[in-house]
């Protein structure tokens, strides 16, 4: 580094936390405020504590970026001088989330890693050779467009592979140049009013459209803003992404759309913004657009059960979520699809751990609570939008239950042609759509959504309310259907009754030599 690099050297402060030392490193670019959030982080205490720093000497020291450095020999003494009053709504809030994390860490056996506080120094740093690299990369786009348009023309669609990518083959990821071509679509006013709802039909978009869409919620969230994403790079990665999700009946690059648009929409129908830092959003999203990436169509149980590689490889520990978290990461490891280039590490750790890759029960207590909290509620938020079909409109949620159906029948002729174990609720000749929905929607879906409504109020009348109206429509549904079997079993009562009084009949005839039984 040249001579100047001494301006951007941070802080080492030492702290005396109950006799041990506690190191604490922060930028001259930290405010008061930072690094009082980073002292109150590395001692254990909440986050709006107000603390002094007292000398050996009882001096009391200022809290700000030009305070005096010390040493492990002459640590700063830590003392809370007052806790901030919480608003009702913050302690409601607290208490809410404990159930909420207690409840869904059971159902969906979610599991966190540990989360480290943002390097400010080392965005800056990033911040100043992205510039650099962004007009590197431009114009390498420039000269590489001619040469990828000759190849586009005779390669095959994405759609009609069955697998683009997958760690069992040891194929490397292609690099994508082209984005800059794909049919832009321009969003009108009622798109992008539409696009923030849940209401939103997902079905009536084309694959480029999709993917202009997922592009303008990344601008409209401020995230290219504030993580210097380059425009060119964001395109080429949401292209990456459609390539790399295959043409499976449900998990395909719509329901990444699907699950993506719901998480957008809440960011706007619950204030997010205002709950959570611009690095939660932009995690939130992305693991969004990653949740499923590669799905091959079978589920875990059947990963397991036959045995297949990615069983093998993660050793029958959650190797979907495991593998979809995987190619995500092989995806941002291209220089040329990496949106994360001036994002922190931490962005990269939040992404694992809300994606996919499951963490130890150990990590757990590694956590301080209140971040322990925040990353469960961000792992059920995706949860709930990952499921989340039943709340839109019927006649955008039920073609779902169709795709859905067709996946698991799938499956389940799989499982039978191959000796393996049929989960009930994926074999067609016992269940129905009736059937699949009352169950998840009574059991799974609105105790998850009432839960959520405690935090936020105004999820149960645009979220909880078409659950309990999916529920009765299901529920009519099996009362027609169960009717309608009832009628066919009296129907064919009746008429194998009358084959069998008909043959008797005959029977006695022939016995009487061709004369009827008298009556």
Known sequence: MGAGSSSYRPKAIYLDIDGRIQKVV??????????????????????????????????????????????????????????????????????????????????FKINELKAEVANHLAVLEKRVELEGLKVVEIEKCKSDIKKMREELAARNSRTNCPCKYSFLDNKKLTPRRDVPTYPKYLLTPETIEALRKPTFDVWLWEPNEMLSCLEHMYHDLGLVRDFNINPITLRRWLLCVHDNYRNNPFHNFRHCFCVTQMMYSMVWLCGLQEKFSQMDILVLMTAAICHDLDHPGYNNTYQINARTELAVRYNDISPLENHHCAIAFQILARPECNIFSSVPAEGFRQIRQVCGARALEAEKSRLPGSQCRVLQLKMILIKCCDISNEVRPMEVAEPWVD??????????????????????????????????????IKFVLIPMFETVTKLFPIVEETMLRPLWESREHYEELKQLDDAMKELQKKTESLTTGGTENTTEKNRDKKNSGGQSPPN
Do not use: H, W
């Open 26 to 107: 922060f930028s001259k670019y930290c405010n008061s405020s930072d690094i009082m959030d980073l002292f109150c982080i590395a001692t254990g205490l909440p986050r709006n504590t107000t603390i002094s720093l007292l000398t050996t000497d009882d001096a009391m020291v200022s809290i700000d970026p030009t305070m005096p450095a010390n040493s492990e020999r002459t640590p700063y003494k830590v003392r809370p001088v007052a806790v901030k009053q919480l608003s009702e709504r913050e302690e409601l809030i607290q208490g809410v989330l404990a159930q909420v994390a207690e409840q869904f860490s059971r159902a």
């Open 403 to 440: 795709c859905l159906l067709e996946e698991y029948f799938m499956q389940s002729d799989r499982e039978k042609s191959e000796g393996l174990p049929v989960a009930p609720f994926m074999d067609r000749d016992k269940v129905t759509k009736a059937t699949a929905q009352i169950g998840f």
